[in-house]
Nanobody, 123 residues
Framework: QVQLVESGGGLVQAGGSLRLSCAASGGTFSSSAMGWFRQGPGKAREFVATITRSGRSTVYADSVKGRFTISRDNAKNTVYLQMNSLKPEDTAVYYC????????????????WGQGTQVTVSS
């Protein structure tokens, strides 16, 4: 059983930056692909970014490409999401997820989820 705990959310002005962290415990972090998803108010959960077990490959949603960067530190059992040039439409609860697949943009492919961290971008 893998436990995931996100941190780093908060309130930021448009154009600002935040770095989200997701600490994993209770499993073999390095064996899991990791993903970030978000759910805005009144919206469905959507894919943000994913990274392979090794960290060598990443995939991003078009809406965040060039602004967000996903990375991982397997020695620290932590995955990060660096978010730059934030926009009001990035406002959402951000969730990290762990999965046994190589990597996926589909939330049903992930096995474990964190509780989420709120990101609010003011205009």
């Amino acid at each position: 059983q893998v436990q995931l705990v996100e941190s780093g959310g908060g309130l930021v002005q448009a154009g600002g930056s935040l770095r989200l962290s997701c600490a994993a415990s209770g499993g073999t972090f390095s064996s899991s692909a990791m993903g970030w998803f978000r759910q805005g108010p009144g919206k469905a959960r959507e894919f943000v970014a994913t990274i392979t077990r090794s960290g060598r490959s990443t995939v991003y949603a078009d809406s965040v490409k060039g602004r967000f960067t996903i990375s991982r530190d397997n020695a620290k059992n932590t995955v990060y999401l660096q978010m730059n040039s934030l926009k009001p439409e990035d406002t959402a609860v951000y969730y990290c997820a762990a999965g046994v697949k190589s990597y996926s943009t589909l939330w049903p492919d992930y096995d474990y989820w964190g509780q989420g961290t709120q990101v609010t971008v003011s205009s």
